[in-house]
């Protein structure tokens, strides 16, 4: 028993080069497939400032436009999740890009309020689908302490698909007009629909993977397994840590993606073309804390460190990097404001990274993407009350302060929300399989 335990160890230790690397290629599509999401839905952020003035919508009526993509999304998580588990990684993901593909270039026919709204609605029920498939697919390819690292690799799609829409909206917009930059938008997903479905297999069905990747990974057989009712998962604390953990926080990534443009062309005066340095700026920022966050309790864990007080010691360091955005709003200096935002949305990917790692640390593989659709419709209606409550304040006030003092202390509550609910991250048992591979 000694001498397996050694090599199992060895194993463990041995370069990533001798196990295989195959798995990192899934990660890559994962990634790929967020960029393009946030590049679709983002947008409309970068174009807010320009197409509120040219249509000449009201505050409140952009965060209806707003507020319909997030009503979509909340809806598409209902089903999206047990879509995914009913039909597997491959063929649910391929149903949701499909559908936000048509979405994303159907904004170029849109002429008004309801027409953008419809397009909108059309784009979050697609999009729906994306986070729980990814996650999914990081549970299939992935052992766990190399989850959070993933998650975090492909969260950071987030990021660069919110970095390259201000880097080439703008141009595209000013060169062909907005109509072009859905268009363009949206033809991405369908590049990566016809990819995703020549490549993505599980493992256990993938012949390019090696033995020693395949024992690596930890593979579960690909077997007919039931689908888990959301009824049954909501009888679990578990459930609700990460749902709460989403409806809290959400809602703040939903204001920095449509908002911000707004926000820095209000409080100094950029223009369309301006826009594009401060918020790479910024998203990049984002993009280092979704990897550094991942990486952090991959490390801790490796360290070892328990899988709880990993998770949450990453998650309270990210806390530590967003409180200083309550004062974004009172800086007197646009690259002071950049600063102190791009900490917060640094903080806030590390801390998805971690959130979204814990459905696959406290469910069994084949609950996992239901589980995520459950909070990820959580976390989407915390995004439409959000997004009602910033177009009434600023249509009444003109004052970002309130947002911002908002947006610092939510993460304060969801780290303690989910320290109660969850305070020793104990696996969910759905069943006797279940229980054997906890045991």
């Known amino acids: 028993m000694a001498h397996a335990r050694n090599e199992r160890g060895a194993a463990t230790a041995a370069p990533s080069a001798k196990i295989g690397n195959y798995r990192w290629r899934i990660c890559a599509l994962l990634?790929?497939?967020?960029?393009?999401?946030?590049?679709?839905?983002?947008?409309?952020?970068?174009?807010?400032?320009?197409?509120q003035e040219k249509m000449g919508w009201s505050e409140v009526q952009y965060s209806s436009i707003v507020t319909s993509f997030q009503a979509a999304y909340a809806i598409g998580l209902l089903c999206a999740g047990a879509v995914i588990d009913r039909f597997g990684t491959r063929i649910g993901y391929a149903i949701a890009i499909g559908i936000w593909s048509l979405a994303a270039m159907s904004h170029s026919l849109a002429t008004g309020v309801i027409s953008f709204a419809i397009a909108r609605f059309a784009l979050g029920l697609g999009e729906a689908g994306n986070f729980p498939a990814a996650i999914k697919a990081v549970a299939e390819w992935f052992p766990q302490r190399e989850r959070a690292l993933a998650a975090g690799i492909f969260n950071s799609g987030s990021n660069i698909?919110?970095?390259?829409?201000?880097?080439?909206?703008?141009?595209?917009?000013?060169?062909?007009?907005?109509?072009?930059?859905?268009?363009?938008?949206?033809?991405?997903?369908?590049?990566?629909?016809a990819l995703w479905l020549r490549t993505y297999r599980t493992p256990d069905q993938e012949p390019r993977l090696s033995a020693a990747e395949r024992a690596h990974i930890g593979t579960e057989?690909?077997?007919?397994?039931?689908?888990v009712p959301w009824a049954q998962l909501l009888r679990y604390r578990q459930t609700w840590a990460f749902a709460a953990a989403k409806f809290i926080t959400d809602p703040i990534w939903w204001f920095f993606l449509f908002w911000l443009?707004?926000?820095?062309?209000?409080?100094?005066?950029?223009?369309?073309?301006?826009?594009?340095?401060?918020?790479i700026t910024i998203f990049l920022l984002a993009d280092a804390g979704s990897i550094a966050g991942g990486w952090?309790?991959?490390?801790?864990i490796r360290r070892g460190m328990s899988v709880n007080r990993a998770r949450k010691t990453s998650?309270?360091?990210?806390?530590?990097?967003?409180?200083?955005?309550?004062?974004?709003?009172?800086?007197?200096?646009l690259w002071l404001a950049v600063v102190l935002v791009g900490l917060a949305t640094a903080g806030h990917q590390g801390w998805s990274a971690n959130v979204y790692t814990l459905t696959s640390d406290l469910f069994p593989r084949r609950a996992v993407a239901s589980v995520v659709g459950i909070g990820g419709f959580a976390?989407?209606?915390?995004?439409?009350?959000?997004?009602?409550?910033?177009?009434?304040?600023?249509?009444?006030?003109?004052?970002y302060v309130p947002v911002f003092l908002m947006a610092g202390g939510a993460y304060v509550l969801a780290w303690v929300v989910v320290q109660?609910?969850?305070?020793?991250?104990?696996p969910v048992v759905l069943d006797h399989a279940d229980n054997a591979k906890v045991s």
């Open 31 to 51: 990634l790929a497939a967020t960029t393009i999401s946030y590049i679709d839905r983002q947008v409309l952020g970068v174009l807010a400032p320009f197409l």
């Open 261 to 279: 443009p707004k926000f820095l062309h209000a409080q100094y005066g950029l223009g369309l073309l301006e826009l594009g340095a401060p918020l």
């Open 161 to 193: 698909g919110a970095i390259a829409a201000p880097l080439l909206v703008p141009i595209v917009a000013a060169q062909w007009g907005w109509q072009a930059a859905f268009l363009c938008t949206g033809a991405l997903s369908a590049t990566w629909l």
């Open 221 to 227: 057989p690909a077997v007919p397994t039931p689908r």
């Open 420 to 426: 109660w609910l969850v305070p020793r991250l104990e």
């Open 379 to 399: 976390g989407a209606v915390g995004g439409m009350l959000i997004s009602t409550v910033i177009g009434l304040l600023l249509q009444a006030t003109g004052s």
């Open 296 to 300: 952090l309790a991959g490390a801790l």
């Open 315 to 333: 998650m309270l360091i990210c806390v530590t990097l967003i409180l200083p955005v309550m004062f974004a709003a009172k800086a007197d200096n």
